[in-house]
């Protein structure tokens, strides 16, 4: 259980476009889901804190108009990445928290989806 | 700014040793958590401990915790190549999953 998808998985784009990725939970209602970036050989920072139904939280700088973040649903999350630059490639992945019971304390990871802005 | 400062940064070991990873931390916790990531892919969540306990056990993985000191270790016993990842630890901070820097760990056959 507590499996989160990611997608797509990797995606190569041009400079300016924008670029949407999705995050679900499969098998949990997730009313909070997180983003985070990492660039190669680094930790993870978190971006923003997505809630079900409401404005995303962003953390200090981190660009809200740039960094779009949509939590439609109990089971998906999307982050848009608008008028992309070479800058902004990275790994991006997010995670869901299940609120139920015992494991209400672990965040749960997707896959990651590797961004390239050419 | 990261919670947690990992060491070391890098960890190089043969088949079948056991490897050690350290994390300290800087605020009061009710928990630290532990978690994997192969190159190029998501985190895997380990192991969860609590403020309360000092040790725990899953499988081939111990952690240790020291709130006096506000540190955390990581052992894996008997480590295999398919243990080669880096190794977060994590804590939260006002709501929000705060990672260390990470260990790299590379097992070699």
């Known amino acids: 259980g507590a499996v989160v998808s990611q997608h797509p998985s990797w995606v190569i784009c041009k400079s300016g476009t924008s670029v949407k990725i999705e995050c679900r939970s499969l098998?949990?209602?997730?009313?909070?889901m997180f983003w985070y970036r990492q660039f190669p050989k680094q930790s993870l920072m978190l971006m923003a804190t997505?809630?079900?139904?409401?404005?995303?939280?962003?953390e200090q700088g981190v660009e809200k108009d740039k960094f779009l973040i949509n939590h439609a649903s109990l089971t998906l999350s999307t982050l848009t990445v608008t008028s992309a630059h070479p800058e902004d490639s990275s790994f991006y992945i997010c995670?869901?928290?299940?609120?139920?019971?015992?494991?209400?304390?672990?965040?749960?990871f997707g896959p990651g989806t590797r961004l390239t802005v050419l | 700014s990261q919670q947690g400062e990992e060491d070391p940064q890098a960890l190089s070991i043969q088949e079948g040793e056991n490897a050690t990873m350290n994390c300290s931390y800087k605020?009061?916790?009710?928990?630290l958590q532990w978690y994997r990531q192969n190159s190029g892919r998501g985190l895997v969540h380990l192991i969860l401990?609590?403020?309360?306990?000092r040790e725990k056990h899953s499988g081939r993985l111990r952690v240790t915790l020291d709130t006096s000191k506000k540190s955390s270790s990581l052992l894996i016993t008997a480590s295999r190549a398919a243990d080669t990842a880096s190794y977060f630890c994590?804590?939260?901070?006002?709501?929000?999953?705060?990672f260390g820097q990470g260990t790299r760990l590379t097992i070699n056959p």
């Open positions: 605020t009061s916790i009710n928990n």
């Open positions: 994590a804590t939260y901070r006002a709501q929000k999953l705060v």
């Open positions: 997505s809630n079900e139904g409401s404005k995303a939280t962003y």
């Open positions: 995670s869901a928290s299940d609120p139920s019971g015992s494991r209400r304390d672990t965040q749960y």
């Open positions: 401990i609590r403020s309360n306990e």
């Open positions: 098998d949990f209602q997730a009313t909070t």
